[in-house]
């Protein structure tokens, strides 16, 4: 199982902020649902934004990666970056839950 971290340069106080919050309402649940994805949420920090994915595998995240989904959500999100954005993909290697 993965993680897949990625850090978008958008203020979360601009306009832009407010446009990423749209695609990614109505990119969520279709994301969710593609194959090998166990879940995925929005963070917000004071400059960025966040996406927190995790995976069955690399190749299910590379399969997102080449999907039609991601080929009409990424290039409408990049379009709002102020930076470069920042991203990892990390082996999960342990869990505790209460």
């Known amino acids: ?11 979360p106080n601009s306009p832009n902020g407010r446009e990423f919050e749209k695609i990614f309402d109505t990119s ?4 969710a649902n ?9 963070l917000r920090g004071e400059q ?3 996406t927190y994915s995790r995976w069955e595998s690399v190749a299910h ?3 997102y ?12 999100t990049k379009a709002l970056f102020y930076d470069k954005p920042e991203a990892w993909t990390l082996e999960e290697l342990a869990e505790e839950t209460p």
């Open 28 to 31: 969520k649940s279709k994301i």
């Open 61 to 63: 995240l590379d399969q």
């Open 1 to 11: 199982m993965i993680t897949r971290i990625v850090k978008l340069a958008i203020d």
């Open 65 to 76: 990666r080449k999907s039609a989904l991601f080929g009409a959500v990424w290039p409408r």
């Open 34 to 42: 593609q194959a090998g994805c166990l879940g995925v949420k929005m």
């Open 48 to 50: 960025h934004y966040f």
